[in-house]
């Protein structure tokens, strides 16, 4: 399975972005999904997962009531509405597919990533 980030782009603090990941060659309908980002000199951090039917999501604490995560109606696309952005949201951000079915908040729980989009912040 391949997946492709986009939406990334530069905003101005209390802006909105929306994250869009499309998977392609096998579907994840049957997996957990997740955000992930990481800043430069940082290492990569959980922003927010949502399970295989979206019955169950986590978010960071960092991001959570600004973010909000979401499945697609085909459930092979997943998307991050990012509202109320801070500068410290600058960052790439990477879509995974998880190795199974639930919400999952460790890197290690995915075994499929994207190439990331980047945000930018201004302040």
């Known amino acids: 399975v391949q997946l492709q980030a986009s939406g990334g782009g530069l905003v101005q603090a209390g802006g909105s972005l929306r994250l869009s990941c499309a998977a392609s060659g096998r579907t994840v309908t049957n997996n957990g999904m997740g955000w992930f980002r990481q800043a430069p000199g940082k290492e990569r951090e959980f922003v927010a997962s949502v399970s295989w039917n979206g019955g169950a999501i986590r978010y960071a604490e960092s991001v959570e009531g600004r973010f909000t995560i979401s499945r697609g109606y085909a459930a092979n696309t997943m998307y991050l509405q990012m509202n109320t952005l801070k500068p410290e949201d600058t960052a790439v951000y990477y879509c995974?597919?998880?190795?199974?079915?639930?919400?999952?908040?460790?890197?290690?729980?995915?075994?499929?990533w994207g190439q990331g989009t980047q945000v930018t912040v201004s302040s």
């Open positions: 995974a597919a998880a190795r199974g079915a639930s919400v999952a908040t460790t890197a290690t729980s995915y075994n499929k």
